[in-house]
């Protein structure tokens, strides 16, 4: 799909592509904003074509850090950790907000003269495909994503995660509120059951319908970076701090003026 204007993009973004499974305020699909409708959806620690590597990543993190937890005996904190702070891992970030993939679709102005993707996915029919024992935690707590609490109850390591099925499973979790960053951002993470498997071909693998993308087109980029700008939807905001103000001053006076 690639709507041509603002308001069929908008319009196409919030209007719940699964409807049927949407709750009073509360849908049932996340979003990620990309910057080229090309790139597939890979991980960071795929990108960088270390996959294999992901253990030792993740252990030599946790040995230099300084120890923020109370314990240390689930990886799920850890992982979250490294991934809130630039690390490769097997996680994807997602959000609620359609508006804040948007941003990330269209913030490196560079790129304009590319078109971008907002990918969409119904976590709750993901879930309905999850491993017996993490289906009844997720039951269980009355949520409808698993948390690091929940996901530690039943598989406190990767290793153990990676086992509960022969084949390769995806679930969505949300994040502590390590800072803003993540508040701001309303933010939730997927991760498989593989290091090595790609979300979007698993994605596309299932029986029914779980994921769509919407064309965010080029010509269009610079109207919708407009509108949120207009909206507050900007690095100052999803960036809580210097960084994020700095950001946002260096995309502003780098833009192209308005044709």
Known sequence: MTPSTWAELHDLLFA???????????ATVVHRGMSEAAHALLTSVQRLGRAERESDLLRNFRKYSRMPFSKQDSDWEWLTLAQHHGLPTRILDWTYSPLVALHFATADVARHDV?????????LAVHDLLPQALRAELEAS???QLSVETLARVAPTLADFDALDDEPFLTFFEP???DERIVNQYASFSVLSSAHARTDDWLARAATPLVRRVVVGSALKPCVRERLDQANITERVL?????GLSRWLTRYYTSPPRT
């Open 176 to 178: 502590p509120s390590l």
């Open 142 to 144: 009355g949520g409808a």
């Open 239 to 243: 960036f809580p701090g210097l960084d």
């Open 16 to 26: 719940d592509p699964w409807p049927e499974r949407a709750g009073r305020y509360h």
């Open 115 to 123: 078109d971008g993707a907002v990918w969409s996915a119904d976590f």
